[in-house]
């Protein structure tokens, strides 16, 4: 299984700044995705982070408002641009590995998530 | 649409007693099933799949779950609850939308408590 380090493991941020998130992987892995968790809820996907392109967003998720990087296919980064509280949450990296048919079965795995408070 | 539903938001069972956390799925087609377990203040750990084959799928820490085609569940169990199982747990399904866009449909999550 990938070993994914996220950094950083949590923050508090002034409302109207932006912080930006990191996810390196030990390994080279198809996909890359980054949710977003209300502590004690479910995920909710904010988007599909694309090698070398545009990432891939969900409905309710702006390129604007989280600008997504992957130079590469061990390295990520998540942007939470102008942060009010209501950005205050559990972002955590995710990475699936596979190729071809394999990716439907290929589970997931998780970096160790980053709790942001916004103030 | 794919879609997950854990109908219940907590269980309780007494260690040593077995566990069940529930899951039922919505799918078209074939269905890819996963549990996750999420331990206080930390990420997300794979527990099993199911992908074909057997209906039981062992998994790691001594859990398994079931699938039930015809009553489209996937229900996570154990047959003796540890203190330390105690966690959110997590059932997802693997979904395809039209722009072949592949990613997993969570379920609201079930904690789990296990009582010594």
């Known amino acids: 299984s990938a070993v994914i380090s996220q950094k950083p493991s949590r923050d508090i941020c002034q409302r109207g700044t932006s912080l930006t998130i990191q996810c390196q992987v030990d390994s080279q892995v198809t996909m890359m995705f980054w949710y977003r968790q209300q502590p004690g809820q479910s995920l909710t996907l904010i988007a599909t982070a694309n090698q070398g392109s545009e990432a891939t967003y969900e409905s309710g998720f702006v390129i604007d408002k989280f600008p997504i990087s992957r130079p590469n296919l061990t390295f990520s980064t998540l942007t939470v641009s102008n942060m009010s509280p209501e950005d205050s949450s559990i972002y955590l990296c995710?990475?699936?590995?596979?190729?071809?048919?394999?990716?439907?079965?290929?589970?997931?795995?998780f970096g160790q998530g980053t709790r942001l408070t916004v103030v | 649409a794919q879609s997950v539903a854990q109908p219940e938001d907590q269980v309780n069972v007494a260690e040593g007693n077995p566990l069940t956390v529930k899951c039922t799925y919505s799918?078209?087609?074939?269905?890819?099933l996963f549990w996750y377990v999420q331990y206080p203040n930390r990420g997300l750990q794979f527990l099993l799949k199911y992908i074909t084959g057997d209906n039981l799928v062992k998994g790691s820490y001594g859990f398994e779950a079931e699938f039930n085609k015809s009553q489209t569940s996937f229900h996570l169990k154990k047959p003796s609850a540890l203190v330390s199982d105690s966690a959110l747990y997590f059932c997802a399904v693997r979904s395809v939308n039209a722009g072949n866009n592949r990613k997993l449909i969570w379920g609201l999550g079930t904690s789990l408590a296990v009582n010594p």
């Open positions: 995710s990475v699936e590995d596979g190729q071809g048919s394999f990716l439907m079965n290929t589970e997931a795995f």
């Open positions: 799918v078209s087609g074939n269905p890819y």
